[in-house]
């Protein structure tokens, strides 16, 4: 196998109806850039690719031509086994990610290996002018460091992230939610001194209300807000 290979493979799995469906889905995607494969044909074609020689070269092959090479490209490095080599790809690949699907299907489970270091290149991801690059250091929060390895000063760091992208906004709004579930005395009350976003506040709001893990007392609590 080829990276020539790979694209016929992938015109060969070519779903136009699920394409589509797709494009309707992820704002900014051209037609001709998308051809339509399943995810679970992406991830049994990324088995393929990392067994084969021509990996690394479809890796650093960049800007990729279609969305699904981008997919290819981000779970093969969410399999990475080696940490470094993980955060390696992701500096490589992170600017050229420009949809929220590409930048949601990253998740890399090495990076729990070493929380520490991690916690060092969301700072420099967090600061970043991309906002895929900032969806994803914002996912890493969420994933990584909501539970055992969580510091309430991590919540505020989030809510001082200030954007008018819509795809930061809502994973803001993703954090916050999964937050109350999680660490739900320390995340109200950003919620309650008013210093989260009010348009990401009333999102997280709604997905907290809408989420079958948060208890309905708190729920109840939390729909006062949305009128204030």
């Not at 790979?6 to 992820?26: M, T």
């Not at 989030?158 to 954090?175: F, G, H, L, N, R």
């Given at each position: ?97 420009d949809n929220w699907a590409v930048c949601d299907i990253i998740s890399p489970k090495i990076l729990s290996k070493d929380k520490?270091?991690l916690m060092k290149h969301i700072s420099v991801w967090l600061a970043s002018k991309h906002t895929y690059t900032v969806r994803?250091?914002?996912?890493m929060l969420m994933s990584f460091f909501l539970d055992t390895d969580f510091k309430k000063e991590q919540l505020v760091t ?71």
């Amino acid at each position: 196998m080829d990276i020539f290979d790979i694209k016929i493979r992938l015109k060969e799995l070519q779903n136009i109806k699920y394409r589509d469906f797709n494009l309707k889905l992820i704002p900014g995607i051209k037609g001709m850039k998308m051809i339509g494969v399943r995810t679970p044909e992406l991830r049994k074609l990324s088995v393929k690719i990392m067994k084969s020689a021509c990996c690394r070269d479809f890796l650093n092959v960049l800007p990729h031509e279609y969305f699904e090479e981008n997919s290819l490209d981000a779970i093969i490095i969410s399999a990475s086994a080696d940490f470094d080599e993980c955060i390696n790809e992701l500096y490589k690949f992170l600017p050229y990610v420009d949809n929220w699907a590409v930048c949601d299907i990253i998740s890399p489970k090495i990076l729990s290996k070493d929380k520490k270091e991690l916690m060092k290149h969301i700072s420099v991801w967090l600061a970043s002018k991309h906002t895929y690059t900032v969806r994803f250091a914002i996912g890493m929060l969420m994933s990584f460091f909501l539970d055992t390895d969580f510091k309430k000063e991590q919540l505020v760091t989030v809510a001082d992230i200030k954007s008018d992208e819509y795809y930061i906004k809502m994973m803001q709004a993703w954090y916050f939610a999964t937050a109350l579930y999680k660490q739900y005395d320390e995340t109200v009350k950003l919620i309650e001194q008013d210093m989260i976003d009010e348009d990401v506040k009333k999102k997280t709001i709604q997905k907290a209300v809408e989420s079958y893990r948060i208890s309905s007392e708190h729920k109840e609590y939390l729909k006062g807000f949305r009128k204030k």
